[in-house]
């Protein structure tokens, strides 16, 4: 399982593979009118600098999908949901969710080659499964979702990883998406 994960985390197809969901989760959004007004929405994507991305990747993986009202006396932003950007984490969402599956424990010796691989402290790693059994867990979001898995809150997120099909890619895949709605805005993802 470890391997698995270290193989995904590492893996540039993967990331060009979510960049190309956002993309298209970017289109649809872009053809679009502002949510105010009505009037139609440019481009304003933004820079991210995730942590932990494999090198050799391009700077469109630091990009923000973002659209602005065009009208000028508004301007409102839009900014569609993510597969790759959690909220204002500054780790990718995979490596939010596959780290904090690892179920058996976060001994030194597994520490030190997630430190190594994607530069995530043993702190950043409690905080984010502190985040999954509280904020998480209370959201109105889980509270409509539950039933995916009902027995298992306190193995999230690796009960909902496995209530999805296929292999453990395909998995975190699906759960990416399931997470899409609540990666824009602001509330649940603001407590971390
Ligand atoms: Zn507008």
Same mark, same amino acid.
């Given at each position: 399982? @470890?391997?698995?994960?270290?193989?995904?985390?590492?893996?540039?197809? *993967?990331?060009?593979?979510?960049?190309? *969901?956002?993309?298209?989760?970017? @289109?649809?959004?872009?053809?679009?009118?502002?949510?105010?007004?009505? %009037?139609?929405?440019?481009?304003?994507? $933004?820079? &991210?600098?995730?942590?932990?991305?494999? %090198?050799? /990747?391009?700077? @469109?993986?630091?990009?923000?999908?973002?659209?602005?009202?065009?009208?000028?006396?508004? !301007?409102?932003?839009?900014?569609?949901?993510?597969?790759? $950007?959690?909220? +204002?984490? #500054? $780790?990718?969402?995979?490596?939010? #969710?596959?780290?904090? %599956?690892?179920?058996?424990?976060?001994?030194?010796?597994?520490? !030190?080659?997630?430190?190594?691989?994607?530069? #995530?402290?043993?702190?950043?790693?409690? !905080?984010?499964?502190?985040?999954?059994?509280?904020? $998480?867990?209370?959201?109105?979001?889980?509270?409509?979702? &539950?039933?995916?898995?009902?027995?298992?809150?306190?193995?999230?997120?690796?009960?909902?990883?496995?209530? *999805?099909?296929?292999?453990?890619?395909?998995? /975190?895949?699906?759960?990416? +998406?399931?997470?899409?709605?609540?990666?824009?805005?602001?509330? /649940?993802?603001?407590?971390?």
């Amino acid at each position: 399982m @470890e391997q698995t994960i270290q193989n995904i985390l590492a893996d540039k197809r *993967f990331y060009e593979m979510l960049l190309g *969901f956002d993309r298209e989760i970017a @289109e649809t959004a872009h053809e679009g009118r502002c949510q105010r007004c009505g %009037a139609k929405l440019h481009c304003g994507s $933004f820079t &991210r600098k995730p942590r932990g991305v494999p %090198a050799g /990747l391009g700077p @469109e993986q630091c990009e923000r999908f973002s659209f602005c009202c065009a009208a000028r006396d508004c !301007r409102k932003r839009e900014t569609p949901s993510s597969l790759r $950007f959690l909220g +204002r984490k #500054v $780790f990718l969402g995979a490596m939010v #969710v596959l780290i904090s %599956a690892m179920q058996s424990g976060l001994n030194p010796a597994r520490m !030190r080659r997630l430190k190594a691989l994607v530069g #995530v402290s043993r702190r950043t790693v409690l !905080r984010w499964r502190d985040w999954w059994h509280s904020a $998480f867990t209370e959201s109105p979001f889980w509270g409509a979702h &539950r039933a995916l898995a009902p027995a298992a809150t306190a193995d999230l997120p690796a009960s909902l990883l496995q209530s *999805f099909d296929g292999a453990i890619e395909r998995q /975190l895949i699906s759960l990416l +998406r399931f997470l899409a709605p609540i990666t824009t805005g602001r509330g /649940l993802l603001q407590a971390i």
